[in-house]
């Protein structure tokens, strides 16, 4: 992307990343990428962590300090290496560790390690541990189990949806609209040029096989109705008119609005009906007025609870001061090129990546208008209306 | 340190005199300040240079230094560098040049023993701040000092059998009783460069630290001393007689499979010089003068000693353009395009590498990854080499490149594809070039709309390892494009070669009959182990069938067809000996599909069988008349046709193209040296009998 641009690295303004686990020699990525990417030492940069909306996070912070004035050019984005997530020590090893650094002298020393205990080996998940809210002490699958109770979501229509997810994304690999990811080249001669853990021979009977994976044995999520988890990376370059022209820059669509919300931790999922509301509130939209939606797939029983919330007239006044039902979202709108259940949800990046390709499907199906939404492990919502250029 | 008296004596080393200036007296080149603590801090600033040399007046000087030095004692001598390159990179080669009366050397090398000795004797402690590289007699100078403190980015060394000869200034003696033997011969038999933490675990140095400490640390090591990483007990345990003789069966047997001793007499006299007289320092000292002394006055180091000259030679042909070279553009991801993006990329560059599709250039960044981990070591920096390397299939980088590089394969219609589309995205002044080995650059450039733009950059292979770079002229190449190349050619430390346009350049068409040659004595019937043991034993790296298999065969065939059509002057058709139009026919192409004059194992080793001796057989000299002589014609018609500019670029071009047996000083060398009239006859003799591969060039006459 940046051999593209008629300007070198280093006229951007700052570079903003989303991040949730940076690695440990790296704890500041927005930093190191922008140096590696040749941004240089005099471009300042950040990562930034709002749980999975980090991605989102800092493309409405670029969009919102160029709105202000602050910056003309920002490279923004978001990336996460699950795969890298850490095995820690517990704590009382670590503990031991401590204690047996600070003895001094042989005798100190054979003292505190005799105090070994083999329970001490054994390891923290940290990937587990990240998806866990400590505060009400549910994990985000968990979260999903409670939507799916409280709308009355069955099995079958989760399967059926990330069936439908699957199909979608295999559909647009074939035909060409995910051009917008770039391949990736790894230091032992391999490549990958697409998203690979779509199933495009995917079935509800194979979905069917799977077993709960958070409630056992009576839940209803599974690993096959759920986000996979994944690597993953996304840039954005956010620009304001002056740059445009001086740079003779064609934008491929604008940052419109944005908005972000609160909400009880163990409904975490209903995030982006709380946060996308108010923005079609105050632009006078209805849900028809979208032309494309991205719900962020976290879990397929997840993003029906959305919908349904949205058709839940009860729900709409108590929650969304609402007078009442906003109505269906139209369903041929919504993830047209699947989501996170078929391409994976690396949790920094996510949100990038579907702002970006919001973009994407307007200019594609002439569209005029988009919101890339996100629920938000925590209890929150985050979305972003995007217009087309 | 207590009250750290430092931070009241600033010495940082005062810079050398203008030497833009007439220097009326000798030049000191060394230059002395006494501290409050009446420490002695000696900067060496070789006047009139770039880099610190050990040429006869700098020890000169050294010597009056030490004069001096006696008549007002310090507490203590540091000795350092002015020059941030390095310390001191040896001595000066150019003094070795012509030397032939081995009995004035040796009173030359005493001198300068006589010099070391005295600073090594010195009642005072002694220190040597290194940085940068320290190599050969510099290496040797501060071996004779009490301590070594390096910084961590020196590079030590003893590469002086790489000249054909081994330390003379004492460092034989010295290291074998400073570190254990082993370590001590391994380091003067390669030649090989240590930096500094290893120089520091072998004991070489004694303490490793950032140029920033250097003066805490001399002053450290000579007010109190610095612990060492010596193992005396062991150090002399490996001089005792019974284990120098073990010793030396073994370094000598290692060095066989490398080296023979009639071609390179350097080593086995290292080892001799050791095995005999390792057992006192005062007789060591005394042999190795008369030992190096014997040595360079010798063929071998004397044609080494050109070797290394016609290499500066090559390296001053970049010259002084300006031009800045911050993005190359690759199209073709094989072999030598992937490999030619790889190297430039570890030389600094931004490098695009195209291809047609990313499964096409996933493999040349495997290959630069293992490249970069082998040679840059260190993951930030293996890292930031494969950031800059960046794989670009839809050719962004066109755009951006002041370098483009074709190398793909040699069909006319695919490269005029790629040039028509490359100059219409180049910036005006980037430079076109092409690795062809076998399509003419005018053909090429016939669909340029400016066809002055092309030349060739004809790259050998493995690009990680040939440092020869042809630079080819076409007809209608520019001047500005050619300096360019050559410049660029610098750039990426290679080492660059004029060359005309014609088929096979230099390199590939002397190579060709030498090739051709070994496969006709082949179809005679001689076994492939002896034709290939015949050049060995010549001097060549390898013999020409193992060549032809590494090169490939298919390769060898079309290059062979191409050169013989193109150059058929006796007006017959020539025609490629059947040994290789017959494996070529069968699929066998060489290493690459695992057999080829020889089969190759998993790890591409070939499976030779000793080439055993019978009454038939014809002599190691006939095989290497057959297989050389043809090879030394070309040379002697490309010189002819001025395809190259004289005969030290011939020689070059074949000892950094081919590793045509450097001691013996090049191809022209060699047919000075020996007896021109008597190649030519016997060329006329074998063209009798063996066909028109073996007609001499007319050149002969002129030589």
Same mark, same amino acid.
């Given at each position: 992307m ?9 006229a ?6 989303g ?15 922008? $140096? ?55 704590d ?24 070994? #205990?083999?329970?001490y080996?054994?390891?923290v998940?940290? $990937? ?39 199909r ?6 074939e ?11 790894d ?15 995917n ?12 409630? #056992? ?28 022209? #001086? ?7 604008r940052?419109a ?9 163990a409904?975490?999922?209903?995030g ?43 729900y ?7 007078? !009442? ?56 919502? !985050? ?7 | 340190? *207590? ?15 203008? /030497? ?48 001096e ?7 203590g ?23 032939? *009366? ?9 001198r300068?023993?006589?010099i ?10 002694t ?20 301590? &070594? ?74 007010t ?33 499979g ?27 000292? &005394? ?15 004397q ?130 070039a /092409? ?57 990426? *430390? ?18 060709t ?35 032809? *298999? ?21 007006g ?26 020889y ?7 070939p ?32 010189w002819?046709?001025?395809?190259v ?45 063996h ?6 060039d ?6």
């Amino acid at each position: 992307m940046l051999l593209r641009q008629p300007f070198e690295p280093d006229a951007f303004d700052e570079v903003i990343l989303g991040c949730v686990s940076p690695q440990a020699d790296e704890v500041n990525p927005a930093r190191v990428a922008a $140096l590696r990417l040749g941004c240089g030492d005099r471009v300042a940069a950040w990562t930034v962590q709002r749980n999975c909306a980090s991605g989102l996070q800092s493309v409405d912070t670029a969009y919102r300090y160029i709105a202000d004035g602050r910056a003309e050019m920002i490279l923004a984005g978001g990336t996460e290496a699950l795969s890298h997530s850490p095995l820690l020590f517990n704590d009382r090893m670590v503990n031991w560790f401590a204690d047996l650094n600070m003895a001094r002298g042989v005798p100190a020393k054979l003292k505190v390690a005799a105090t070994f #205990r083999p329970g001490y080996l054994a390891p923290v998940i940290g $990937l587990m541990k990240g998806l866990t809210d400590p505060v009400v002490n549910l994990n985000m699958g968990q979260t999903a189990e409670i939507l799916a109770d409280k709308f009355d979501i069955g099995r079958e229509a989760m399967d059926a949806y990330s069936l439908e997810s699957h199909r979608r994304t295999a559909r647009a690999q074939e035909e060409g609209h995910m051009a917008e990811v770039v391949p990736i080249y790894d230091a032992r001669g391999k490549h990958y040029e697409k998203d690979d853990g779509v199933r495009p021979d995917n079935s509800m009977e194979a979905l069917g096989k799977l077993r709960p994976a958070f409630e #056992r044995p009576f839940g209803t999520v599974t690993p096959g109705n759920s986000s996979q988890i994944t690597d993953g990376a996304a840039w954005l370059i956010l620009a304001s008119e002056d740059a445009m022209k #001086r740079y003779g820059l064609t934008p491929i669509g604008r940052v419109a609005d944005s908005a972000w919300a609160a909400l009880d931790p163990a409904q975490m999922g209903l995030g982006p009906v709380h946060a996308s509301t108010p923005i079609l509130r105050r632009n006078n939209f209805d849900l028809d007025d979208i032309d494309a939606w991205e719900i962020n797939e976290a879990f397929a029983a997840q993003v029906l609870a959305c919908l349904a919330a949205w058709e839940d007239d009860a729900y709409c006044r108590e929650h969304l001061g609402l007078n !009442g039902a906003l109505g269906p979202l139209d369903r041929a709108k919504l993830n047209v090129d699947g989501g996170a259940i078929s391409i994976g949800h690396p949790v920094g990046s996510s949100g990038a990546r579907i702002a970006l390709h919001v973009l994407h499907i307007l200019k594609r199906t002439g569209g005029k208008r988009g919101i890339a939404t996100l629920c938000i492990g925590g209890g929150q919502g !985050g979305a972003l209306l995007m217009e087309a250029a | 340190m *207590d009250g750290d008296p430092s931070m009241t004596t600033r010495t940082k080393p005062t810079p050398a005199p203008d /030497t833009g200036r007439t220097v009326v007296a000798a030049p000191r080149h060394w230059y002395g300040e006494r501290d409050a603590e009446n420490i002695h801090w000696l900067t060496l600033d070789k006047d009139g240079a770039t880099t610190n040399t050990l040429s006869q007046d700098v020890l000169a000087a050294f010597e009056a230094v030490l004069d001096e030095l006696a008549a007002n004692p310090p507490a203590g001598l540091v000795v350092r560098s002015a020059k941030a390159n390095g310390f001191i990179a040896g001595a000066d080669v150019g003094e070795f040049k012509g030397l032939r *009366d081995p009995d004035a050397v040796e009173q030359l090398v005493r001198r300068g023993h006589a010099i070391v000795d005295r600073l090594e004797a010195l009642p005072y402690p002694t220190v040597a701040l290194i940085n940068g590289f320290c190599l050969g007699g510099g290496l040797e100078l501060a071996l004779a000092c009490r301590y &070594r403190v390096a910084a961590d980015d020196a590079r030590l060394g003893l590469p002086e059998v790489r000249l054909g000869i081994h330390p003379g200034l004492g460092g034989t003696a010295r290291l074998t009783r400073l570190i254990p033997a082993p370590s001590a011969m391994g380091l003067m038999l390669t030649g090989r460069t240590l930096r500094a933490r290893a120089a520091k675990r072998m004991g070489v140095v004694d303490a490793v630290t950032q140029p920033r400490h250097f003066e805490r640390a001399a002053r450290w090591a000579v007010t109190k001393g610095l612990k060492t990483q010596r193992r005396p007990v062991l150090t002399a345990l490996g001089n005792l007689m019974p284990v120098r003789w073990a010793l030396a069966q073994v370094m000598q047997r290692q060095v066989a499979g490398k080296a023979r001793r009639a071609h390179y007499p350097a080593p086995y006299a290292l080892i001799d010089l050791w095995m005999k007289h390792g057992g006192s320092k005062k007789e060591m000292l &005394r042999h190795e003068a008369r030992s190096i002394a014997k040595l360079i006055t010798g063929d071998t180091a004397q044609n080494l000693v050109r070797v290394f000259f016609l290499n500066e030679t090559l390296k001053g042909l970049g010259g002084e353009t300006g031009r800045v070279f911050k993005h190359v553009h690759v199209i073709g991801a094989g072999t030598m395009g992937g490999d030619i993006a790889a190297w430039c990329a570890m030389q600094g560059m931004q490098v695009t590498l195209q291809d047609r599709a990313p499964e096409f250039i996933a493999p040349a960044i495997g290959r630069a990854a293992k490249l970069y981990r082998r040679r840059l070591r260190e993951p930030y920096l293996v890292r930031a080499a494969l950031d800059r390397l960046i794989p670009d299939v839809a050719g962004d980088g066109i755009a951006r490149a002041d370098v483009v590089i074709e190398a793909v394969p040699e069909v006319l219609s695919l490269k005029h594809d790629i040039y028509r589309a490359a100059e219409a995205r180049m910036k005006p002044d980037a430079l076109l070039a /092409t690795n062809t080995s076998s399509i003419p650059l005018e053909e090429l450039g016939q669909v340029l709309t400016r066809p002055e733009r092309l030349i060739g950059l004809h790259f050998f292979n493995p690009v990680a390892q040939m440092p020869l770079l042809e630079v080819v002229r076409g007809t209608n190449s520019g001047d500005a494009e050619i300096a360019a190349g050559l410049a660029f050619a610098r750039a990426i *430390d290679k080492l660059p070669l004029p060359v005309k346009s014609a088929p096979g350049f230099l390199v590939n068409r002397a190579l060709t009959p030498y090739l051709m040659a070994a496969v006709q004595l082949l179809d005679e019937g001689h076994p492939a182990a002896a034709i290939d043991e015949a050049a060995e034993a010549f001097g060549m790296p390898m013999g020409p069938l193992t060549l032809a *298999d590494a090169v490939g065969l298919d390769i060898c065939l079309h290059v062979g067809e191409i050169l013989g059509h193109g150059m058929s002057a006796s007006g017959a058709d020539w025609q490629a000996p059947k040994g290789l139009t017959r494996l070529v026919e069968q699929g066998h192409l060489g290493r690459k599909t695992g057999q080829g004059f020889y089969r190759y194992d998993k790890k591409g080793k070939p499976i030779k069988a000793k080439p055993q001796g019978s009454a038939t057989a014809p002599t190691t000299a006939t095989l290497q008349d057959r297989l050389l002589l043809p090879l030394l014609n070309t040379c002697v018609a490309c010189w002819r046709e001025a395809l190259v500019d004289g005969e030290d670029m011939v020689d070059a071009g074949m000892i950094f193209g081919t590793g045509f047996a450097p001691f013996r000083g090049g191809p022209m060398h060699y047919i000075h040296a020996s007896d021109a009239a008597a190649m030519r006859s016997r060329l006329v003799s074998l063209a009798e009998t063996h066909g028109p591969l073996y007609m001499p060039d007319p050149g002969w006459g002129s030589l």
